[in-house]
C-alpha cells in the first residue's frame, strides 16, 4: 500500500524559506508560529514572518481574507477551507490531479507526490479561489497553498499553511519588485500569475483526455473524496489561460493609466527574454513509439515561438510542422542514454517521458503580456516582429533578444514613445556594430516597410521550416536536436520552477556541454 506521508520532493514555495529558519532560530517549534493567526512573510522584503495588521488584514479582500481570516477561522486541511465556504461555491469547485511518476508503475516507486489543485469560484461566476495540496496522506501534515484573487485591488495572493497558522506570501505586485523577485513563492509564480508548467495537450504529468494517473489497487486515494471528484486538465489549461489574461490586464491598466510606464524594462522583458517557460512535448506516448510507427511532429513550440509569430503578428506563412521519423527517435533514445532518473528512491527507467520528448518552450505568461501590449498598442505588432525575428528559431533561452534589454528605458517612459524610444537606441548602436549582431538584425528588420514585414519574415520562417525538416531526417541532424534539447532542458533545471527530478528524462550528455543555438539555416551551434 502506498505511503502518502513522506515529504514532498518538491522545492514547494514555503517550504524551508529563509523566514522560517530565522523564526525557528528565535523560538521552540517548527516554524514559531502561533496557531491561529495571520502572519505576514514576504521573503526578500520580511526579515521574518510577524501578524498582520488590522490594516493590513482589512486591505486583503480575496476569498480567503473575507471569508476565514476576517472572521477569525484558520483552516488547518484542504477540507476544512473547502467546507468553510460559502455553499455557493460548490457547484464551480473542479478537482485536478498532478504526478510526475503517475505513469510509472506504483509498485516500482512508493510515494509519487501527487497533488490535488483545485478551483473555485466563491464571489461570482470567475475562479478566484485556487488550492494546491497534497494527494492523500495526513491532511495536516500535507502542503496547503493557496492563490485568491482580490476583485478591488486586482491581484493574486498567495498564502500558505503552516502548522495552525497561515502566512500571507505576498501579492502578484511584490513579484515584480526587485527585492522579492524570484524569491519565495515568487520563484515559480514568477509574474505575480497562477502557473501550470503543462499549458498545452497532452498535458504531461496531469490526469486529462489523453492519460490516466496509474493507483495501485489498495491505494486508499481512491477513497478520498477530492480524488472521486478529479477531472481532465484540459479543463485546467482553460482557467489558466484566462487567469493569466485577467492579471495581465489589470497589470497593464495599471501602470499605463495615466500614460507613462514608470518601468518600462518591466514589461519588455517579457518580449526580449524568457522570464518562465512552458513544458511542451509531442501527442504520443513514448512506449508506444516503434520503428515502424508514423513520423513524430516535435512540439512546434521547440522550432519557435508559433503563438505569437503565427496567431498573433499574424505572419504570412505557409508553415508546416517538421516531422520525425520514429527510428530516428527511437535510435536517439539509446544512443543518448535516455532514462527517468530520482536520485532520492533511487529510482531509474530507461527510456523517455511518458509523452515523448519534452522541452520548454515560451511561455504563456510572456506571450499574454506581448500580446497585450499590441493589442493596446503600447508597441506596434512590428516591433514586436522584429525583436522576435533577432532570433526566432531560439524561442527560449536566447542571449541575442536579451542583449537587447539594454536599450530598454528603467526610467518613466510616455507610452506612446516606447516603441520608438527603442528601436531608435537600438538602429543607432547598430550603425557601429557588424550587421549580424543583435543590434544588426533588428535594425534591418526596422527597415522592411510596414506593408512587406509580415511577408518578409513569413518567408523566412517558412524556408527556416523547410530546412529543419531536411536536418531531421538524417541522423546527424536529428542528434543536434536532442542535443538542443538537452541544452534547454539543463537551462529549465536551473529554474525554481523544476520542483522534481521525474519532470525531464536524462541523458548521457555531459552536464557540462557547451550552450547551444539553433541557427536559421537549421544546424545547431555551440554558442560564442
Sequence with gaps: MPDHTRPRRATAWMGATGLEEADAARAPGPTALEPGRLYRGITGRDDRARPVTEEELAALGDPMAVEFFRAGMFPTTVQDLLSGLPPTAAPSRKVYLISEAGQIPPDAIG????????????????????????AGGDPEEGFLQVAAWDP????????????????????????????????????SHINGGVVMKELRIPWINWQSERAT???ADDDPLRDDQLFQQVIGAQQLELTVRSLVTRWTAARLAAVTANGVVDHPDRLLRHLFTSTTVNLASTDRQSSNVTADSPDLTLPTGFWLNQD?????????????????????????LSRFGFRLEEKLSAFSQAGDTFFAFVVPEAAHEDNEVVRQLVRKQLVSARFAACVLM????????????????????????????????????????ARTLPADSPEGRFAGHWQVPEDDWRTVFGQRVDAYLRKVTEQIGTESGFDDYVRLAEYRRRQFRLMKLNEFELTLPVTDIAPGAPPLAMREDATVAEMI
Design 111 to 134: 510515494e509519487r507526490d501527487m497533488r490535488f489543485a483545485i478551483t473555485t469560484a466563491v464571489g461570482g461566476g470567475q475562479v478566484d479561489l485556487l488550492v494546491s495540496t497534497q
Design 152 to 187: 478591488g485591488a486586482k491581484v493574486f495572493n498567495f498564502y500558505a499553511r503552516l502548522d495552525s497558522s497561515w502566512v500571507w506570501s505576498g501579492n502578484s505586485w511584490h513579484a515584480l519588485e526587485p527585492e522579492s523577485r524570484g524569491k519565495g513563492c515568487f520563484d
Design 390 to 429: 533577432v532570433d526566432f528559431p531560439n524561442p527560449v533561452f536566447s542571449p541575442a533578444r536579451s542583449h537587447l534589454m539594454r536599450y530598454v528605458p528603467t526610467t518613466p517612459t510616455k507610452a506612446v514613445e516606447l516603441c520608438d524610444k527603442v528601436a531608435q537606441a537600438v538602429s543607432e548602436a
Design 308 to 332: 505569437v509569430l503565427f496567431d498573433d503578428l499574424r505572419l504570412f506563412t505557409q508553415a508546416v510542422p517538421p516531422r520525425a521519423p520514429a527510428a530516428r527517435y527511437l535510435a536517439a
Design 213 to 215: 494517473i496509474r493507483l
